[in-house]
């Protein structure tokens, strides 16, 4: 998630052209963004065109709003030793904290939640949750967070 993506792209998130068929079995720690964001999850990662490798991989395919994301660029994550915001002193910081609130409004995640997990539980027990939290029950597909329906199958969830 990718972290944060822009308010123009929110309002046409709803329509993603998928890319190749994901299942959450591809889910790994190297997608888990240093807020918590999983970026497996994300609609820049999954669709077809211009897709981002996520907060973890380089520039390419990346939105204004996550090119000048502070967390993904913050010098305290980058010399932590979990990389992730869970351990900070200032846990959570303001631009966190936003980023929290709106996904826990508009979607069906919260980073402060992950980070809590992946804190006491160990990155590798978080992601093997999201595998089972994000299988669209009705093809197996990833399901994407920024969407109400599968991507894949349409299916739609409550
Ligand atoms: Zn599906």
């Given at each position: 998630m990718v972290g944060p993506i822009g308010a123009q792209q929110e309002a046409v998130m709803l329509k993603v052209r998928p890319g190749e068929k994901r299942t959450p079995q591809a889910l790994c720690a190297e997608l888990i963004a240093p807020c918590g964001m999983n970026c497996g999850l994300c609609m820049c990662y999954l669709r077809k065109k211009i897709t981002c490798g996520?907060?973890?991989?380089?520039?390419?395919?990346?939105?204004?709003s996550v090119l000048a994301c502070t967390?993904?660029?913050?010098?305290?994550?980058?010399?932590?030793?979990?990389v992730f915001c869970s351990d900070c002193a200032k846990?959570?910081?303001?631009r966190l904290k936003r980023l929290d609130v709106r996904y826990r409004k508009k979607y069906r995640m919260s980073m402060l939640e992950n980070l809590r997990a992946i804190r006491e539980?160990?990155?590798?027990p978080f992601v093997e949750s999201e595998r089972k939290r994000w299988t669209c029950p009705e093809c197996g597909?990833?399901?994407?967070?920024h969407t109400t329906e599968c991507i894949y199958c349409?299916?739609?969830w409550a």
């Open positions: 996520g907060c973890r991989s380089g520039d390419e395919g990346k939105s204004k967390i993904r660029k913050c010098e305290a994550v980058r010399a932590s030793v979990s846990l959570p910081c303001p539980d160990g990155i590798e597909g990833v399901q994407c967070v349409g299916f739609a």
